[in-house]
């Protein structure tokens, strides 16, 4: 790698393991500040684990965090979002029953003064900040299960950015989407990575991330096969490193990569 | 422009309404709960058919309120506990078993160390009470957030071992009588607060209402957020100043029995006038109490963190704790709260009854499950309002006070509970499939 900034996120020999199944075994990964890395591997590779233990969900085993360059210590969601890690999860983690902006305040609420909810001021930078994502978007006072999965989807990004959020990680982000809002959550990464944040995209499927995507670490059965900047790279070749974990050429192994020579 | 559009798009949607819809969306009236209310008045104008007349009488209306309101607490704290997809089955036993502490208390113990009667012995005995309930609650909250077990495990232990105690306490004796002062908690004659006061708490009560409606339309205003038309708003206030007035009028109505009005008079040397002395009763303290801890759990559950925290996690208890809420912090103090809830029933009723028994609040679990469930709280978790399970109480109560008025046997009273209780539930499930 010739990129010599610090990395914004390094994850480092990273190991958890349930009831003696090594979910993640020895992984590594890093990400730069305006960067976009997607992690690639098979259903149960361990990506959506070693992620999970950034954004504080599970606890890590062994290894070390870095944020900045400096040891981070990330023991669950809260401390994670301390660090400016926002996280937007497969199952969109929202709560159904309260609307969009009990959602994006969740767990951060405005108060006023005297130590009650300022609903009507979390309305309004909601308000804001939706009419950026989806301007079209107008049902605030609804509960989140009446809207569609995109509008739930862009609920769900919303609170991510609406905190400053300087890592950003979005796991299968399009998997519940259609076409047309797939178009737009690329939009959206695109604009983000404008503003310097760093993104982890994680998906089984490399056609959905391949485009948008700088760079690319897979896994499989829990090891980092290997990482390799997008140009470099073809999509068989990524699909070759998913599937066999053969690492081509121009790409960097890691401790999963098959055994060749 | 954003604005433009929306309320171009509301008024082409409200143009195409009927009335009754528009009606509906303009006023921002919860239909459900106005079903609730509308369920209430056939069965109070069933019952006073079916009574001749005995059941809209300010006497029996003054006896309902009273009845109700130690369920009425306890399902406050319900609804908070089902929306987070629990449930409390031991809130009887707690009523009995801290009935039974603070009877201890004033009647045994604490004339011992302050002499008979002493002003503090009330407020000492009520205190001693809420800690040991909220205690009670907190430990039953705990084994359910820390060590995974199942609520309904936790406290269907809580319902054997908490009406244990209350035996064991006193060896099944009963403990009587209660402080006086503390038996004002109970209602009846002196319980109540008078026609004087009465009407200054339905004043301060418009006022709060008139205050609320202005504030929250400035609220919106200074966000420009879309406004309720004006006539909605002097219509929601009319109707609820013209409820609350109504029910002073009707606990007002209601006069102190003869006897008590005469040794009253002979006491304060008023001359006996021919037609007898119309003392008013006024609102029972009982009632002043339910109400207060109404709005107090109101507020909590949709003005503070705490409540919005409670039914995020009853709505999703994944997404409530990735998005960093100490989850099961919020289940401890929930089952706290309901304990202490628990407290104050016991001592409305100890009160009402003047005495604490091994068997008091026996069945109340139950009662109160039913206030929440009928008040439209859902077992499945994330719905539900505290003022929906209040009335689901007075339903309860109403449906129970009609059968003895009308003179339905025992039996028969517990049969139409249960079968309200499922066909109300039905009903509601219903409405919420087309609802969607």
Known sequence: ??????????????????????????????????????????????????????????????????????PADINNPRDAKKYGIETIYQTLAVADNVDAAANLYLGRELRTPWGTLDDVAMEAKTREVMGRLNPNFQRFKEPVKALSGGQRQSVAIARAILFNARILIMDEPT??????????????????KKEGIGIFLISHDIHDVFDLADRVSVMKNGQVVGHARTEDVTKDEVLGMIIL???????????????TT | MADITTTAANRARSASENPVKRFFRATEIDTRLLGMVGALLIIWIGFNILSGGLFLTPRNLWNLSVQTASVAVMATGMVLVIVTRNIDLSVGSILGFVGMIMGVL???????????????????????????????????????????????IVTLGGLLVWRGATWFV?????????DATFRLMGGGTEGSIGATASWIVGALACIAIVATIINSRKQRQRFGFPQRPMWAEYFLTAVGCALVLGAIAVVNSYPWPVAIARKYADANGIAWPDGGLFIPHGIAIPVLI?????????????RLRFGRYVFALGGNPEAAELAGIKTRWVTVKIFALMGMLCAIAAAISTARLN????????LDELYTIAAAVIGGTSLAGGMG????????????????????????????????????????????TVYRARAK
């Not at chain 1, 290894?63 to 900045?68: R, V």
């Not at chain 2, 005495?355 to 026996?362: I, K, L, M, P, V």
């Open chain 1, 245 to 259: 974990g053969k690492v081509p050429e121009k790409a960097i192994p890691g401790p999963g990569a098959m055994q």
């Open chain 2, 290 to 302: 339910a109400i207060i801890v109404g709005i107090v759990m109101t507020f909590i559950a949709t």
């Open chain 1, 175 to 192: 998997a519940a989407l259609g076409p047309q809002e797939t178009a737009q959550v690329g939009e959206l990464i695109k604009q983000l």
């Open chain 2, 385 to 428: 309002t505290i003022a929906g399970a209040m009335l689901g109480a007075l339903v309860m109560q109403s449906l129970q006070s009609g059968m003895v008025l009308v003179g339905i046997d025992t039996p028969f009273q517990r049969i139409v509970v249960g079968m309200v209780l499922v066909v109300a539930v039905w009903l509601d």
């Open chain 2, 355 to 362: 005495a604490a028994t091994n068997a008091q609040g026996e």
């Open chain 2, 106 to 152: 004033q009647a045994e113990i604490l004339p011992q160390v302050l002499g008979f009667n002493h002003p503090a012995t009330w407020i000492l005995a009520l205190l001693a009470g809420l800690l040991l309930g909220a205690a009670i609650g907190a430990l039953h909250g705990a084994i359910i957030a820390f060590l995974n077990v199942p609520s309904f």
């Open chain 2, 170 to 178: 006193t060896s099944g004796r009963t403990v009587a009588p209660m």
């Open chain 1, 1 to 70: 790698m010739t990129d010599t900034r610090t990395p914004l996120v390094e994850m480092r020999n990273i190991s958890i393991s349930f009831g003696g199944i090594h979910a993640v075994d020895n992984a590594s990964v890093d990400l730069y500040p305006g960067e976009v890395v997607a992690l690639l591997g098979h259903n149960g590779a361990g990506k959506s684990t070693l992620i999970k233990i950034l954004s504080g969900a599970y606890k890590r085993d062994s290894g070390d965090i870095l944020i900045n360059g400096e």
